[in-house]
C-alpha cells in the first residue's frame, strides 16, 4: 500500500511539474484564471484542471513561504490575515491584480505574486 502511495505521487509529481521560476506574470495568470474557474464550480478540461492545480500549489507554495519567513524578518512587507489565507482567496488576489497590473505580465510570476500579495496585505 505504501508502495502505492509513493508511486501515485511520484506520477502525479512528474505529469504536473512546471518549471515554478520560469514562468511570468501572464502564464501565472493564464493558470490562476483557470484555477478561479474551477474553484468557483465550472466544468474544466484536462488542460485547465491540470493549470488550476498548478496556479493553486504555485500559491500555496508562495503563501507557505512567505509565513515562514515571516516569523524570522525584522522587516515585515507582507501581513496574511491571521487566520489564514484560503486557496480561493490567494487565486482571486493573485488573478484580480495581475489583471489590474498587465505591467507585470511580463516579470517574473514570483515577484508578480509577491507584489500582489504584498499590495493586499501589506502591514501597517
Keep these: 500500500m505504501q508502495t502505492l ?24 495568470l493564464t493558470r490562476c484564471l483557470a484555477a478561479k474557474n474551477v474553484l468557483d464550480g465550472r466544468t474544466a478540461s484536462k488542460d485547465e484542471s491540470n493549470a488550476a492545480m498548478w496556479c493553486i500549489g504555485y500559491l500555496s507554495g508562495m503563501v507557505d513561504g512567505i509565513v515562514t519567513m515571516t516569523g524570522h524578518l525584522s522587516s515585515k512587507k507582507i501581513c496574511l490575515p491571521s487566520n489564514g489565507l484560503s486557496s480561493q482567496q490567494s487565486v482571486k488576489t493573485v488573478t484580480d491584480w495581475l489583471i489590474a497590473n498587465p505591467k507585470y505580465h511580463a516579470e517574473s510570476g514570483r515577484s508578480a505574486v509577491i507584489i500582489a500579495l504584498g499590495t493586499a496585505f501589506p502591514c501597517r
Design 5 to 28: 502511495r509513493i508511486a501515485t505521487v511520484l506520477v502525479a509529481a512528474l505529469t504536473f511539474s512546471l518549471p515554478a521560476a520560469a514562468q511570468t506574470g501572464a502564464e501565472v
